[in-house]
Nanobody
Framework: HVQLVESGGGLVQAGGSLRLSCEAS????????IGWFRQPPGKEREFVAA????????RYADSVKGRFTISRDNAKNTFYLQMNSLKPEDTAVYFC?????????????????????WGQGTAVTVSP
């Protein structure tokens, strides 16, 4: 049984940086596609970034391209979201997720009920 645990959220000024971490326990993520989603206040959960654990396919939302970078550490069974040049509109609760077909599903409505695994979320607040 795999569990995902996020860390690294917090309060930062616009233009600053944060790195979110998502550690998987229970088994390897080798067979999964993994990603980050976010839920701004009062809005639906939305896709941010994703990749296949064992492949080279990477996807980013247009709103974060060039600012956010998704990466992984195989030895630690952990993946990351490096967020640079943060904007107030990046304020949200960020969730990591894993699913065997996450990339194909990433833009589906009601994504919370679509993907197999979710972390508990970590809040990111970007002040003007």
């Amino acid at each position: 049984h795999v569990q995902l645990v996020e860390s690294g959220g917090g309060l930062v000024q616009a233009g600053g940086s944060l790195r979110l971490s998502c550690e998987a326990s229970g088994r390897t993520l080798r067979d999964y596609e993994i990603g980050w989603f976010r839920q701004p206040p009062g809005k639906e959960r939305e896709f941010v970034a994703a990749f296949a654990w064992t492949g080279s396919t990477i996807r980013y939302a247009d709103s974060v391209k060039g600012r956010f970078t998704i990466s992984r550490d195989n030895a630690k069974n952990t993946f990351y979201l490096q967020m640079n040049s943060l904007k107030p509109e990046d304020t949200a609760v960020y969730f990591c997720a894993a699913d065997r077909n996450l990339i194909a599903k990433r833009l589906m409505p009601g994504i919370y009920s679509v993907l197999e695994l979710w972390g508990q979320g970590t809040a990111v607040t970007v002040s003007p």
